[in-house]
């Protein structure tokens, strides 16, 4: 099982330093550097899990791998604008894509088409963790944490730290703002969007 492969993003900007974790699953594994231009990032490229995507009839119980993002609508990326950051590496603000008429799922499937049409990658993507199995928890490959604590309530880990020792912590923030400490702390790679 991995995750999210990293892929060179297209910038003027080097990519931060990954240190080696040897405590991670071998699915930890970095997204993609930060975008320096515009809000345009390449997209991450899943390398695992096949399959067709299934329909919302199918979502009883979690089969592909798990990614959580945070329910709050404060954050940068939440179940309104994911898909577009994961599949296109485009940026949308929540506050746009609501105002648009977004509505969110309860979670969805994400799905890439392999390279040379070889197959199709899954994702569920959601954002209330509180009722994964023990099985469901060993598909998550990866959290887009917010820094804030509250976020981790009722979670399989018992802190954030032990979290991210097991899983691929994401956090993304505009340029312009400050990185929570906590985010630091975590062992979590920072993605920032730029706007030019």
């Not at 993003?9 to 515009?38: D, I, L, M």
């Amino acid at each position: 099982m991995q995750a999210l492969a990293a892929v060179p993003v297209k910038s003027s900007h080097p990519a931060p330093p990954v240190a080696p974790s040897s405590g991670r699953k071998p699915a930890a594994t970095p997204v993609a550097a930060p975008a320096p231009e515009g809000a345009k990032v390449e997209v991450p490229k899943p390398a695992t899990g096949a399959g067709a995507p299934p329909s919302s009839s199918d979502r009883k119980g979690y089969v592909f791998p798990i990614i959580i993002v945070p329910a709050s609508l404060t954050t940068c990326i939440t179940l309104y604008n994911v898909q577009d950051f994961l599949l296109q590496g485009i940026y949308t603000s929540v506050e746009e894509k609501r105002s648009a008429g977004a509505v969110k799922d309860r979670d969805m499937v994400l799905v890439r088409d392999l390279p040379n049409h070889t197959g199709r990658l899954c994702y569920h993507i959601i954002d209330d963790p509180s009722k994964l199995t023990e099985a469901e928890w060993n598909l998550v490959v990866a959290v887009f944490a917010t820094g804030q604590l509250w976020q981790f309530k009722g979670w399989k880990y018992p802190t954030p730290v032990a979290l991210f020792q097991n899983v691929l912590g994401i956090h993304v923030c505009i340029d312009s703002a400050a990185v929570d400490p906590n985010i630091l702390s975590w062992n979590c790679r920072v993605l920032k969007v730029y706007f030019s």
